[in-house]
């Protein structure tokens, strides 16, 4: 009959990942006329535990492109945006996130510019669309059967048969060293 036993040990206890389009409108040096290109760089984020849920603080570069006085002159509007976003995680098997717990947050997919467009008084709204992946790591215990019984040990035969054995007596010499 077996007998179980507990292993504490650390495993994913919730998981999840949620998709963002976020509006953002910045202001512009000069009255643009055309957008010529828009780009994100720089992506950094950190997780934390926030109550019962899981908040991302992150940042990242905007580069917009375009042009003004009737398309004779181009400017590039830089500007670095940070962002807090919350997720509500499912965690399994009722664990608790009271305890230690690591946070790990990958980007599933980096933030791209999806549109821009030019507004009134020198302004430029774009569309930024990203997806965020959460991992909770956190202590978790697995049961498991033990086998009291030990497994009886395998006889090992040497592979000598009766007729090596009595070659073997008949060809050696007791007196070699003489």
Not at 38 to 51: D, E, L, R, T
Not at 88 to 101: E, F
Not at 123 to 133: A, Q, W
Request: net charge negative; hydrophobic share 30%.
């Amino acid at each position: 009959m077996a007998s179980y036993k507990e292993i504490v040990t650390k495993a994913i206890i919730g998981k999840g990942k949620k998709h963002f389009k976020d509006k953002y409108t910045i202001e512009a040096e000069h009255t643009p006329t055309t957008i010529l290109g828009c780009w994100v760089i720089n992506h950094q984020f950190k997780g934390y535990k926030s109550g019962d849920k899981i908040g991302v603080d992150g940042s990242f570069d905007i580069n917009i492109w375009y042009s003004y006085d009737d398309d004779s002159k181009t400017a590039v509007i830089n500007e670095k945006i940070e962002y807090n976003d919350l997720f509500n995680v499912r965690v399994r098997d009722n664990a608790d996130l009271s305890g230690d717990t690591d946070i790990i947050v990958r980007s599933l997919k980096q933030p791209t510019c999806s549109s821009v467009n030019i507004e009134d008084n020198n302004k430029v709204s774009f569309d930024i669309e990203k997806e965020l992946g959460v991992e909770i790591v956190g202590e978790t215990k697995v049961k498991i059967a033990v086998e009291e019984d030990e497994e009886p040990w395998d006889e090992i035969v040497d592979d000598v048969s009766d007729d090596t054995l009595k070659e073997i007596d008949e060809n050696v010499d007791e007196n070699y060293i003489n």
